[in-house]
């Protein structure tokens, strides 16, 4: 009979403290406001919307239209150069006058710019495309930041409306004596620790959210909500692409391209230490007498004088004797070396990273599949139980004080354990190239 009495009894506790748990302004959950699984933005949408927007990213896309700049620039020919001369005697009335044109052929020149303009744009487009490649990955791994903390504030969350309703029930206790009131002291205490924790948890995933609105080239007070929990973001990030290592990575195709560039200097800077030839035409009108007088065809005196026109061509041929373009040629042949060096380098950087980011993926997998198998539910289960055995009166308040902190904890190293996995299938995916 006593049994049965204590049983509606707490029934009807847990009921009004239910209540006034949603009544406190401090138990209303936070998480939900960073979490909106109809009209938040998913990972993928995420990416697409920085890889559009990012200021950083368009401006390095400029250097793109800068190369293509110089590649037209590159295949135009010289100009020529026209003179216009003026010949006056000093004291006399002779004169002429003389224009001059000079083309410039460019027989050898204009294939080693281009050349070099032609491998310059295809290695600013990789480095592009690995800055995409970069800032990709960093929108993945601060979303997934921001999902595991906020799995951590929902985790707070459900602590502190646990612990409201308990801080009810032993009100009711105390009013009743059926408590003494240490122990709604430290319930109450513990829910202002928890509530306390939350907050700056909420403040985590304010600051991080509002990093992360950085990457996509939002403004901080711009509103943006996350669609897919940690959860899902490391159900969804299982499949790998098809390639196995990172040859085919942006960052050491760049180097390579960079080897062409070097190369095609050097075959810039050898044909312009060859000859050129270029045409040179002129006209001359030249007015020009003599003191002596003579006689017109009516008898009449008069100067000699007459009026000449000179027409002239030729050619014009720069002799490289002792300036042959030594000094340019072998800067380039150095940086050619340089740039086989740090292919190699590249290919190095490029095979650890994938080399390491494949054994943390696989021992974060292994750790996630440790507490997927059952260890979540028996820690959930454990708590309710020790909780409602104390609603029940058959257990303490330091029995349940100690077991929510347990799976705080534990709670709190799943969400880390589930952050981990993402990060490390993300290194891995951009490590391999591919985390579009």
């Not at 502190?160 to 308990?166: E, H, L, N, P």
């Not at 494949?358 to 909780?387: C, H, M, P, T």
């Amino acid at each position: 009979m006593i049994k049965r009495f204590r049983s509606a009894a707490a029934a009807t506790l847990l009921l009004t403290a239910g209540a006034s748990a949603r009544a406190q302004p401090g138990a209303l959950p936070l998480a939900a406001r960073y979490l909106d699984p109809a009209a938040g933005v998913t990972a993928d949408a995420a990416v697409a919307r920085a890889l559009g927007s990012e200021p950083a990213l368009r401006a390095a896309r400029t250097e793109v239209d800068r190369a293509k700049g110089l590649r037209l620039q590159a295949g135009l020919r010289p100009n020529p150069a026209a003179v216009l001369m003026q010949q006056t005697e000093p004291g006399g009335t002779d004169s002429q006058r003389r224009v001059e044109i000079i083309w410039p052929l460019d027989l050898f020149r204009r294939s080693g710019r281009v050349a070099v303009a032609e491998r310059e744009i295809e290695a600013v487009q990789l480095t592009v495309a690995d800055r995409e490649r970069l800032l990709a990955a960093a929108v993945r791994t601060k979303y997934g930041e921001v999902a595991a903390a906020v799995r951590d504030l929902s985790v707070r969350d459900e602590l502190v409306a646990s612990t409201a309703r308990q801080v009810a029930l032993l009100k009711a206790r105390v009013a009743d004596g059926g408590s003494p009131p240490l122990e709604y002291n430290m319930v109450e205490a513990e829910r202002r620790r928890l509530d306390a924790g939350r907050l700056l948890l909420a403040g985590r995933v304010e600051r991080q959210l509002i990093e992360l609105k950085r990457l996509l080239g939002l403004a901080p007070g711009d509103p943006l909500a996350l669609r897919e929990s940690i959860e899902q973001l490391v159900a969804g990030s299982g499949a790998l692409p098809a390639i196995a290592t990172a040859a085919a990575r942006p960052d050491v195709e760049e180097a390579r391209a960079r080897i062409g560039v070097a190369e095609a200097r050097i075959e810039r800077a050898t044909r312009e230490g060859r000859f050129d030839v270029g045409l040179v035409g002129s006209y001359s009108r030249m007015d020009a007498g003599f003191p002596q007088l003579g006689l017109t065809p009516t008898g009449d005196a008069e100067r000699v004088r007459g009026l000449f026109h000179y027409l002239s061509a030729g050619v014009s041929v720069s002799l490289p004797l002792r300036n042959r373009n030594q000094g340019e040629v072998a800067a380039a042949m150095a940086e050619r070396s340089g740039a086989a060096e740090r292919l190699d380098a590249a290919r190095l950087d490029a095979d650890a990273e994938v080399a390491a980011a494949r054994a943390r993926d696989e021992r974060a997998r292994g750790a996630l599949a440790i507490y997927q198998d059952g260890a979540r539910e028996l820690s959930k289960q454990n708590l309710d139980v020790v909780s409602q055995t104390y609603e029940l009166g058959r257990a303490t308040v330091f029995d349940v004080l100690a077991e929510q902190r347990r799976y705080l904890e534990f709670e709190r190293d799943y969400s880390e354990t589930l952050r981990e996995a993402y990060d490390a299938r993300i290194a891995l995916r951009r490590a391999l190239g591919d985390v579009r």
